[in-house]
């Protein structure tokens, strides 16, 4: 099954800036949202693999994941384009393994009165576009959300009734290392075979 398409959302900022995931950068993860003692960390890892007919389980592939989630306190960075804050946003390169990392710290809930009571399940926003080997776009880009098992507001209890957050293409299991406060997840991302 392919990872399913959740909407953009409104706090999308184009030109994040890009790290890239290079092959033979051992023990590189690149940092989105900058960590301090007190907030939980979140390290997420996974493989962007093209399916289609020769391969179910999916074929790696070259991909940029363009990555943003809401601060610790549930808050989103300036939007405009404009504005040069780019907090808790940035773009990756994967190689052609596909494999991709990152590290940040773990999105804070918010409210969304425009939808409704209620708080949205914790996320972070990805778009994930294949890229040949000069980095074009070689397919169309899929948007998704990476929820958290566990979370209390899935489901039915998001606020968001259109944001697919009981998604099992979307849901990361989580556990513990390194301590208490930090969490890892693996999340691999399986695109349609449309080029």
């Known amino acids: 099954m392919t990872t399913q398409c959740v909407e953009e959302g409104p706090y999308y900022k184009t030109n994040a800036p890009i790290q890239m995931i290079g092959e033979g950068r051992n023990g590189f993860t690149p940092q989105i949202c900058p960590n301090s003692v007190s907030n939980d960390r979140l390290i997420m890892n996974g493989t962007v693999r093209v399916v289609d007919a020769n391969n179910p389980c999916g074929r790696p592939t070259r991909a940029m994941l363009d990555v943003w989630h809401a601060d610790p306190e549930g808050n989103y960075t300036d939007i405009r384009p404009s504005a040069g804050d780019y907090k808790c946003r940035t773009r990756l390169i994967t190689g052609d393994s596909g494999f991709y990392t990152y590290s940040t710290t773990m999105p804070g809930r918010y409210a969304s009165p425009a939808l409704g009571p209620g708080f949205r399940a914790v996320h972070v926003h990805v778009k994930v576009t294949p890229l040949d080997s000069n980095n074009k776009p070689i397919g169309r880009t899929l948007t998704l959300q ?46 349609a075979a449309i080029f």
């Open 146 to 191: 990476q929820y958290f098992a566990l979370d209390m507001y899935m489901g039915k209890n998001d606020v968001c009734t259109e944001c697919r957050s009981d998604d099992p293409t979307l849901i990361t299991h989580l556990q513990h290392s390194y301590d208490i406060k930090t969490f890892d997840g693996v999340h691999d991302i399986l695109l």
